[in-house]
């Protein structure tokens, strides 16, 4: 019924930016928190950043001072500004969401995920 879609992961040099986004679309009556996750081949999913509706922003400590995360309720989208790139920054990254759907029951959504790969 919701689907999150994710945008903008690519091939980039270590040292270099980048900017995800994901878009939540479906029938919802809001969105609570949204966040960004990563998986590398061979580890566990990974929380990278999250942000709630009012805007309350938490980070892992190693990205922390290099991504960004932001949303705009407007557009239901939210979006992680990579900087600084490293080669562990590698991985798959998944968009996440806590949806209020129109039953008023709160379900949490999955994107398919969009590549980054940082090369050294």
């Known amino acids: 019924q919701v689907q999150l879609v994710e945008s903008g992961g690519e091939l980039v040099q270590a040292g270099g930016s980048l900017r995800l986004s994901c878009a939540a679309s479906?029938?919802?009556?809001?969105?609570?928190?949204m966040a960004w996750y990563r998986q590398a081949p061979g580890k566990q999913r990974e929380l990278v950043a999250s942000i709630t509706s009012s805007g309350t922003t938490t980070y892992a400590d190693s990205v922390k001072d290099r991504f960004t995360i932001s949303r705009d309720n407007a557009k239901k989208t939210v979006d992680l500004q990579m900087n600084t790139l490293k080669p562990e920054d590698t991985a798959l990254y998944y968009c996440?969401?806590?949806?209020?759907?129109?039953?008023?029951?709160?379900?949490?959504?999955w994107g398919r995920g969009t590549q980054v790969t940082v090369s050294s």
């Open positions: 996440n969401a806590d949806v209020l759907n129109l039953t008023w029951r709160v379900v949490n959504y």
């Open positions: 479906g029938r919802m009556l809001s969105i609570n928190t």
